[in-house]
């Protein structure tokens, strides 16, 4: 958790918007909140009035986990919080379940196909959940190949360990597809969704690609899982890429909300929307190599500790009473604090340095 979270101004106080209702954050721009079976158990989805080739609607920002609760507060959404107009288009921020969960249901405009919309994506992010969807279960946050990944890196439980190995529709059940074609988003594209404009600001080490999406004339950024209030971003080294340098990439990518104002409103997947984006995450380049040595030592922490989690099935069904738990998807980057070699990069990971996924064992503590 952030220790530094009284310094954040939360605007709308305690507000969370129930299921299936709509929340004014800015000037046409909505906060919708949904639930998820996880230890994080909810996520935050945007709705933004749009306006395209002269025709009024919608754009929807991140989707939901497939899940029937959740497509039910889509068609609440649809019936009545959309002021009789369509969806243009369906925008998400990264490959992560909770986030693209339900694209493909979304742009076909839902159970009664109302629409049929372009979802707007990077190309890392559209890329690997595509090829997650459509994959044979090998690396699809289970298989062999993420067994023995889990077994290098300290994890040594045959029960694990074997639950790993035989965990292949983990992905396809939250994602059950992603539409067939897209439209890329790059960094510094700009964006007109209704009366802003918003800049792509991609970041990495914690998806392929992932877009977030600031608007100076509005003074809003929509952080996705880059800028978090309360909890930490989860960082992680999967068996597809055993050698990333993850948490360097994401430490790297926080440098560009540095010139972005300290009053911006920051509206994020998990937790409330908050100002305060030079004190979370520390963004500055004085408070940035604060916050690498504390996200280090935190880190060197919790690696000693190794937490190991056995993969508890995450049934969709857990929803409702949030009791559902996260399986352990990957291993979490972690580094020895301040251990760099000579070209400045963290030296390579030793043995048991890397923690199985401690998302399951320290509660909501990842994006
Ligand atoms: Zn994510």
Known sequence: MNALEHQLDYPFGDTL????????????????????????????????????????????IDCGINHEAIRGYWETIFANHLDGLPVLRVLVTHCHPDHVGLSNWLCEGGD??????????????????????????????????AARHFERHGLTDPTSIEGIRNRKDYYSTLVPGVPSQYRRLMDGDVVAIGEHKWRVITGFGHAPEHVALYSEDANVLIS???????ISTNVSVFDLEPEADSLTLYLDSLGKYE??????????????????LHTRPPCG??????????????????HRQCHLQAPVRCAPDDLRDGRGARPP?????????????????????????????????????HG
């Not at 721009?29 to 002269?54: C, E, K, S, T």
């Not at 996705?224 to 309360?230: K, W």
Request: glycine share 14%; charged share 20%.
């Open 112 to 145: 009664e196909k109302r629409w049929n919309v372009r979802l707007w994506m990077s190309l890392g992010d559209y890329a690997f959940a595509r090829m997650l969807v459509g994959g044979t279960g090998a690396s699809n946050a289970g298989g062999e190949f």
């Open 285 to 302: 380049p004085a408070g940035r190599n604060v916050g690498c040595v504390q996200g280090r030592a935190a880190i060197g922490t919790r």
């Open 259 to 276: 010139p972005l104002p300290a009053d911006v409103l920051i509206l994020p997947s998990h937790g409330r929307p908050f100002r305060g």
């Open 329 to 365: 998807a990957c291993a979490v980057a972690s580094r020895r604090t301040g251990a760099r070699n000579r070209r400045g990069r963290y030296r390579s990971i030793p043995r048991n340095c890397i923690t199985a996924q401690p998302v399951l064992s320290t509660g909501a503590d």
């Open 224 to 230: 996705g899982d880059m800028v978090l209030p309360r």
């Open 17 to 60: 918007p129930e299921g299936g209702t709509r929340f004014e954050v800015a000037p046409g721009v909505y906060w919708l909140r949904m639930p998820l079976p996880f230890a994080l158990d909810h996520i935050n989805l945007w709705l933004l009035r749009d306006r395209q080739d002269g025709k009024e609607g919608w754009t929807i």
